[in-house]
């Protein structure tokens, strides 16, 4: 371990794993910008297109689901258990 420490940093840098280059990546703010602000009459959560979409309406299934079956489950306890 003391030989690691007092080593030099080129003999580290070359014992390292060569790491890939930089990716350069698009930078996709300003088209989303456009697209979210653009007044077109939908709300924010459904400019997104088909999947924003899907993802609202499936979310909103399983919040309906779960109440019902809370408010299921609270009216079954509330019921005197019958010997």
Known sequence: MRV?????PALLRSLAPPCPPPRRLH????????LFQEDNGLPVHLKGGALD?????LTTLICSVGTCYS??????ASM????
Request: proline fraction near 7%; glycine fraction near 0%.
């Open 4 to 8: 690691l420490r007092a080593a030099p």
């Open 27 to 34: 930078n996709r703010v300003h088209e989303h910008q456009k």
């Open 53 to 57: 979409s899907a993802l609202y309406h």
């Open 71 to 76: 408010l299921w489950s609270l009216a079954r």
């Open 80 to 83: 005197p258990k019958k010997n």
